[in-house]
């Protein structure tokens, strides 16, 4: 069984259809990637998924249930966390404060704190910065103090949302290189990036999404030697 199942989904703004019937899935310990350019349904698919939109029409199942019912600060709690466009960090907050909110669900204090720990070892920069107002972090450490509150919640899965939208190459192949750990550490990735070259390159598979619908989905590795996905993503001719 899939541990995210989407079928048929529909998204409307007003009588603007955004999301057109697109089905799709996720398995348990999978990387998957969605691609396309900006307006094809990336971010509002997310945000279907997360319940921070309303769904017109179609399912979302997660780990079995249905969740056309379920609030998004419950679907946090059922596993689900989304790291989103542009960070979104509570700026005024310190870095440990940004981390302790991401597990505001949870009441096992000492998990709480193992986990941090393991977020001060994935991201060690965070640990000497624990005490700093997350605002005046830079852009790489701001997107690791988002990943990092995510996973306070100890999710299932991660929604990533652009995770290297305004960084340098370099910090995006470390950003890159930290999801894929986190992936192997047993954590499920549903990433969103216009990266399509470095999101293939991690993802298991992934899907094409062109103004609300899927046109092209496979294994990442086949999407990436597409002469279609080649010319139209990935900048080659």
Known sequence: MALLEVKDLEVSYGVIKAIKGISFEVNRGEIIALIGANGAGKTTTLHAISGLIPIAGGSIEFDGKDLAKVPAHERVMHGMAQVPEGRR?????????????GAYTRKDKDGIEKDLEEVFHRFPRLKERRGQIAGTLSGGEQQMLAMGRALMSKPAIMLM?????????????????????????????????????????????????ETGRIILSGDADKLMNDDSVRKAYLGES
Do not use: H
Not at 93 to 99: C, D, G, P, Y
């Open 89 to 101: 960090i509570f700026s005024q907050l310190s870095v440990w404060k940004n981390l302790m909110l």
């Open 161 to 209: 949302d652009e995770p290297s939208m305004g960084l340098s190459p370099l910090l995006v192949t470390e950003i890159f290189d930290i999801i894929k750990s986190i992936n192997e550490s047993g954590t499920t990735v549903l990433l969103v990036e216009q990266n399509a070259r470095k999101a293939l390159a991690i993802a298991n598979r992934a899907y094409v999404l």
